[in-house]
């Protein structure tokens, strides 16, 4: 039973090309979240969703654009790709509100852009 | 706001031996606290988490950390180092009722034969 699920787990891909990234959680959170680990491990948050609504929006390109159809998916689409965009992207839920609630990582799309 | 300083990228140690990162938050308000690990090629996995239940928190694995307030630290120890213990070790904050995390820029732990 996976908790948070990602496809695809590789993406190989030309520069100037539009590929997507899906995520679904089957744990019945209300909050998801994109993040980018570049080459050093830094974990970088880029969107989050609660219910299906964009709450964290962190300065990341409008080439970016997250969608979020129902609040168990929240999918990353990311047009005319550059080299920059090579990393791996981790999808994350967590419930919001409650004092300790922490976020559950899928097991990540490492993207590589040539 | 909130951030997480964790002090040395890089720590070694050898199998058997004390493992000690160490993870600093600035908050204005007591967070709540969580230590995350990543194997190679894999997501990330929360080790154990801080609710203000108790100070000294236990985790998988054997790792434990010890919420100091007066210090605003949360370090993560283990009494012995096993070889899987090798990873990517990522401290992480959140505030009641916000839906950000703010993570730590990671410790990687190498444990040597």
Redesign the interface.
Known sequence: DTA?SQTPKYLVTQMGNDKSIKCEQNLGHD?M?WYKQDS????K?MF?Y?NKEL??NETVPNRFSPKSPDKAHLNLHINSLELGDSAVY?C?S?Q??G??N???????TRLTVL | AQSVTQLGSHVSVSEGALVLLRCNYSSSVPP?L?W?V?YP??????LL????AATLVKGINGFEAEFKKSETSFHLTKPSAHMSDAA?Y?C?VRR??F???Y?G??T?LNVKP
């Open positions: 948070v909050t979240y050093k491990k830094f974990l948050i989050s609660n709450i964290i981790f994350a967590s919001a509100g004092p300790n922490e976020q559950f990582f899928g097991p990540g | 709540y969580f995350y990543q090629n894999q997501g990330l996995q929360l988490k801080y609710t203000s990517e990522f992480a009641y009722n839906n950000k995390f993570f820029s990671g990687k």
